[in-house]
């Protein structure tokens, strides 16, 4: 019984998520009531992971009974679930960050012109069983469980990929979307099959005990983890796998965008720590090494001749997962931390940026970089928020996004070897802030191809707001943020 207390949220969710599914059958009209049906669903999960933060940041507290403990690699752990699940805090963390990352993506759906007319209480269910997919992702410890996890996540993705059906581009970067995915857990799950052939199970306890002995890698188990971080690299959008992302973020409604760009990355990146963060001396360092410049490079060149927001933001978002793998090499727990400070600013960020653009995109109809012209002659306040937002995506201090940068950097440095890699993210950040300065360019020294003045629903509004805030905190109170990610992993 105290296993499943332990997996309340995602046993909630999918009940929920299968209620509103049966429940649309019988009341088709009730979108605004499914959107609120949901949102109370996504709260409740979360105050049960926050519960769970509550528990173990007291020393000797429990919850339902169950106590914590430290494991060896410094991250507190609850108890692992029919040995498949591990509910530690760096579960915790990533499942916090992704329930919240989805209740924003719900709240700005609300006033998406397209969704209306919609079947609604669908939409709903399949981002709540999407985000089951996730919480499951980030807690297995087991590799077929992982599969399964990312299945649920991806089948859901494609769906709400194509949600707009009378839209050619939507149903094209669906279709992208699936093809990529289906080939990946085809990659995928050779790799797992690999796995079981070398360890004879697919727990990942076998990797890590064979990691805490001292033994280093030979080719055979070199190829099985290329073989499934591959796989997990379609999901992430790294390069080479990376081609999907820009035409999906293009056709796809921009709030499931928004959803893309950060709540399935939270849970694949936080799943591949688990993963590589305290085993990367198993002779792949090189390969991340090279995967994290390339990523970061190609998806910052990508986006410089963008003139479409959401291309933008999607070759962005490969770059930003370039920055995240950059923590992870440096492993250990400077690298765990960096990756985590950096995750988390990186979703409001980012999902600040995208409200932006559904307030201009609802009113202009269009995702084009001449939306934003004249914005500060239009709205002052609005456009300083996005400014705000921008320069902090290129990692300017004091925003959230330098704090992030400096945890990534500050974990390289330690490492002599990784020193080439320091440069090499320093040179990309510079790249990045040529076309985010290009939004900010078009804001202020441009003419309005649109002169009405701006309408800010409250819904998006308060997303943006909310995401300004969380960035401007995180960059002025920087020792906070660092010492409660510390406080997470109990290092």
């Known amino acids: 019984m105290n296993q499943l207390v332990l997996l309340a949220p995602e046993i909630f969710l999918s009940v929920c998520a299968l209620g509103i599914l049966l429940g649309e059958a019988f009341f088709p009209n009730k979108s605004k009531q499914w959107f609120l049906f949901g949102l109370v669903a996504l709260g409740l999960a979360g105050l049960h992971q926050g519960a769970f933060f509550f528990s173990h940041a007291i020393p000797g507290a429990s919850f339902f009974g169950i106590q914590p403990t430290l494991l060896n690699e410094g991250w507190v752990q609850y108890a692992p679930v029919f040995g498949m699940v591990a509910v530690d805090s760096l579960a915790l963390f990533f499942k916090f960050i992704t329930v919240v990352g989805v209740v924003m993506v719900l709240w700005l759906s609300m006033d998406y012109p397209e969704f209306k007319e919609r079947p609604m209480g669908t939409y709903v269910s399949l981002l709540l069983l999407a985000t089951v997919g996730m919480l499951f992702l980030v807690g ?5 469980l992982a599969v399964i996890a990312l299945e649920l996540l991806s089948i859901s993705s494609f769906i709400l990929s194509g949600f707009v059906i009378e839209r050619k581009s939507s149903i094209e970067g669906a279709i992208k979307l699936f093809l990529v995915g289906t080939f990946s857990t085809g ?10 052939g070398y360890f004879g199970s697919t ?4 990797l890590f005990a064979y990691s805490s002995s001292g033994q280093t890698a030979d080719l055979g188990l070199s190829v099985v983890l290329v073989f499934i971080i591959a796989g997990l690299g379609f999901k992430l959008a790294m390069v080479p796998f990376h081609m999907w992302a820009p035409d999906t973020y293009e056709g796809a409604p921009t709030p499931v965008a928004a959803f893309l760009s950060v ?8 799943f591949l720590i688990r993963l590589l963060a305290n085993h990367v001396s198993l002779g792949i360092t090189p390969i991340l090494a090279l995967l994290a410049a390339l990523t970061m490079t190609v998806g910052n060149l990508g986006a410089l001749k963008q003139n479409n927001i959401k291309r933008m933001l999607a070759y962005s978002s490969i770059a930003q997962v370039g920055y995240i793998l950059v923590a992870i090499v440096a492993g250990g727990s400077l690298g765990t931390q960096a990756a985590m400070v950096y995750m988390f600013v990186y979703l409001f960020m980012n999902l600040g940026l995208f409200s ?4 201009l995109s609802n009113q202009n109809g269009s995702d084009d970089l001449s939306t934003f012209a004249g914005l500060a002659s239009r709205s002052m306040g609005f456009a300083l928020g996005l400014v705000i937002l921008a320069l902090s995506m290129i990692g300017i201090p004091p ?9 990534i950097f500050s974990a390289v440095i330690g490492n002599s070897h990784l020193l080439w890699l320091g440069v090499v993210t320093a040179i990309n950040s510079v790249i990045s ?3 985010y300065f290009k ?3 078009q804001m202020f020294f441009r003419e309005p191809v649109h002169t009405a003045r701006v309408q800010l629903s409250p819904a998006l509004m308060s997303c943006l707001v909310l995401a300004l805030g969380i960035t401007l905190v995180a960059g002025l109170l920087p020792n906070q943020l660092l010492g409660w990610v510390r406080n997470i992993l109990g290092s």
């Open 356 to 359: 932006g653009l559904l307030i």
């Open 263 to 270: 709540a399935p990355k939270a849970a694949a990146l936080g």
């Open 187 to 196: 990659i995928l799950l050779f790799g797992i099959s690999y796995f079981y």
């Open 399 to 407: 925003l959230g996004g330098f704090v992030g940068k400096f945890a």
């Open 203 to 206: 727990s990942m306890d076998a």
């Open 433 to 435: 802030f040529y076309y």
């Open 439 to 441: 939004i900010v360019q």
């Open 140 to 144: 297995s410890v087991d590799l077929l």
